[in-house]
């Protein structure tokens, strides 16, 4: 295991119950549109680990970043880990080589939910989406 960069998140957020999934991110104050939110924090592991992880569960905190390396944001984790999946989100990923940068799709109220659009997911389209939006796909 790799730890990653410096992550750091610029936008503080609130976890409390999610509409979406278990636990959920909110903006404290208003986030503007297109500004970076933040990193997310975990460990660089290699896909074979990877692999390893996500047998049989259903969560988990994980992102490819190349087709050898992937970031395990189960340990060392940050508050960003929270930001559930929506079929209409209102941020945004950026995978690079060595982190996963989180940036709003526009503006984001001081209270509101932050979701991403996972897409490709290691579930294959089994887990159904519980996102709510007019034009949920129905899995993840």
């Known amino acids: 295991m790799i730890p990653t960069p ?4 610029i936008y503080p957020l609130r976890i409390a119950k999610s509409r979406i999934a278990g636990k959920g991110a909110f903006a404290i104050q208003i986030i ?4 970076k939110i933040g ?3 975990g460990v660089i592991i290699t896909m074979r680990e990877a692999r390893k992880l996500i047998r049989n569960k259903k969560v988990i905190n994980l992102v490819e970043l190349d087709d050898d ?13 929270f930001i559930n999946h929506s ?3 209102n941020t945004y ?11 709003a799709l ?3 109220r001081k209270g509101e939910e ?11 389209g089994t887990l159904p989406c519980r996102c709510g939006a007019a034009n949920c796909r129905g899995y993840i």
């Open 87 to 89: 079929c209409n989100p």
């Open 114 to 124: 932050l979701s991403c659009d996972y897409g490709e997911t290691h579930h294959e």
């Open 69 to 81: 390396l992937a970031l395990n944001a189960s340990a060392n984790p940050n508050d960003i880990r």
């Open 39 to 41: 990193d997310l924090g």
């Open 6 to 9: 410096d992550y750091r998140i």
């Open 93 to 103: 990923m950026r995978v690079l080589k060595d982190r996963v940068e989180f940036y």
């Open 32 to 35: 503007p549109a297109r500004r």
């Open 106 to 108: 526009r503006a984001i």
